[in-house]
Nanobody, 120 residues
Framework: QVQLAESGGGLVQAGGSLRLSCVAS????????MGWFRQAPGKEREFVAS????????SYADSVKGRFTISSDNTKNTVYLQMNSLQPEDTAVYYC?????????????WGQGTQVTVSS
């Protein structure tokens, strides 16, 4: 069982930055992965970025590549999403997710979400 707690969302002007944090509680495995997703009003949830706990390989959506950076601190069971050059279209609820690889494909645990609002 894994519990995820996001923080760091807020209101920021276009061009600004925010750093989201997600603390994972409970058992995690070396081959697990963590991801960030977002859902804007009226739109479907979309993938933002992911990182593996072990080798820290990363993946990014094209829309955020070069602006967002995902990282993890294994000693704290925490994953971060550094968001720079934020744009109004980045406004969404951002969700932290954990992929338990032993359960097969797909993300198995989800946080409650944190609101990110970018004003123009």
């Amino acid at each position: 069982q894994v519990q995820l707690a996001e923080s760091g969302g807020g209101l920021v002007q276009a061009g600004g930055s925010l750093r989201l944090s997600c603390v994972a509680s409970g058992r995690t495995f070396s081959n697990d992965a963590m991801g960030w997703f977002r859902q804007a009003p009226g739109k479907e949830r979309e993938f933002v970025a992911s990182i593996s706990w072990s080798v820290k390989r990363t993946s990014y959506a094209d829309s955020v590549k070069g602006r967002f950076t995902i990282s993890s601190d294994n000693t704290k069971n925490t994953v971060y999403l550094q968001m720079n050059s934020l744009q109004p279209e980045d406004t969404a609820v951002y969700y932290c997710a954990a992929d338990r690889m032993s359960n097969g494909p797909g993300y198995d645990y989800w946080g409650q979400g944190t609101q990110v609002t970018v004003s123009s």
